[in-house]
């Protein structure tokens, strides 16, 4: 089977971005995902609604499993909770079949995104501390 230039491209982007860019990331692809959810509901497509749904919250879980609780709890928790949330709705939009769940975890989504955009990545010590706890 050939190899794709573009997701080999995205692999050794992953790969060598620092932890803060990976955080961006993870949001732009939790965005995306739920857009495609939303146009999934708008066109009938029980599938692809699944699909993009799944992506979502296989984001959101990853975004939970990052965080480390040790250097800030109370923001932890609160994150933690947050994509739990998340989740809930955007399964509740799946089962019903509705978008105005999707449109709140998007808002939701975006706020987090635009405060990610304004995060500076530490310096290349801390950043090895980071992934480590990443």
């Not at 990331?25 to 857009?35: C, E, I, P, S």
Request: glycine share 6%; proline share 7%.
């Amino acid at each position: 089977m050939p190899s794709n230039p573009y997701t080999a491209h995205i692999e050794a982007s992953v790969l060598t971005a620092e932890p803060v860019e990976l955080v961006r990331t993870l949001y732009r692809g939790a965005l995306d995902a739920v857009g495609d959810a939303r146009v999934c509901i708008g066109g009938g497509d029980p599938a692809g609604r699944s699909a993009a749904v799944s992506k979502a919250v296989n984001i959101l879980r990853e975004l939970a499993f990052s965080l480390n609780p040790e250097s800030e709890p109370g923001m932890a928790r609160n994150l933690l909770e947050l994509y739990d949330y998340m989740q809930r709705r955007l399964l509740a939009a799946h089962l019903e079949r509705s978008e105005a769940p999707l449109v709140e975890v998007t808002g939701l989504l975006a706020t987090l995104a635009e405060a990610w955009e304004h995060v500076e990545a530490p310096p290349a010590a801390e950043s090895s501390l980071l992934q480590r706890a990443g």
